[in-house]
């Protein structure tokens, strides 16, 4: 008899500590610091006047004294995009590429940097342009805009 009526009120405990009221600021207190995530990031681009390509290099830099974990959705970890001075989009890294569906992570220990870089073979003429570098990580993005001129 004691067993019918103890395992209800257990039961009944639970659900209610589970769905009570929380202290707001207890939540936020259980939040990691900005500062323990802080993922930053440099570009270059090298333009050489007269070569026949355009390089570019994403940077990205675990400014902690933590490891950070770099999650990214598909096997695609970076694209690399070429504005002209409308804003008009002229290339894309990634066009005409195949990347696998399956999640994948890179970890980054304490002040690590991890470079991604490619080229722009024969950009189309010479003039302004914009590149923006994007790390397609989950779990720290990153956008990065630079203009740059080819001659």
Known sequence: MLARITVPLIATAVLIFACGPRNQNSLVAARPAVADTVVSATVRVDAAPGARTVRFALSVINGTSKRVELNFPSGQ????????????EVWRWSDGRMFTQLMKNRLLESRDVVT????????????????????????????????????
């Open 77 to 88: 970890t970076h694209d690399f995009v070429v504005l002209d001075v409308t804003g008009r």
């Open 116 to 151: 991604y870089d490619e080229q722009w073979p024969a950009p189309p003429s010479a003039g302004q342009y914009t590149l923006v570098a994007v790390l397609h990580s989950d779990s720290h993005p990153v956008e990065k805009r630079v203009d740059f001129s080819v001659q």
